[in-house]
């Protein structure tokens, strides 16, 4: 988790990563599938979606492009709940 967030940010990046994480599995793929394909470092996915990382822009766009989804996706709909 990166450090020197408010509890508000850190349920951004808990809710950012649910989110993330149902819409990788609608699309049926892994973590290392979606890295492959969108083209981010190994362990990006996972860790965006435990909350650990604070996801660029340019992260967003190649991880929603490799989605097939827009943007605005990751923030639209209430998560999921927690495993």
């Known amino acids: ?12 990046l808990t809710d950012f990563g ?3 994480r149902r819409l990788r599995k609608e699309c049926d793929l892994t973590q290392d599938e979606l890295e ?3 083209k981010v470092h190994d362990n990006m996915i996972g860790r965006l979606e435990r909350g650990e990382r604070i ?7 190649k ?18 709940e927690s495993e």
């Open 1 to 12: 988790m990166p450090k020197n967030l408010s509890k508000e940010d850190v349920k951004l």
């Open 18 to 20: 649910r989110r993330l």
């Open 36 to 38: 492959h394909k969108a």
């Open 55 to 61: 996801p660029n822009f340019l992260q967003l766009i």
């Open 63 to 80: 991880i929603s492009n490799a989605l097939e989804i827009e943007i605005s996706e990751f923030f639209s709909d209430p998560p999921e």
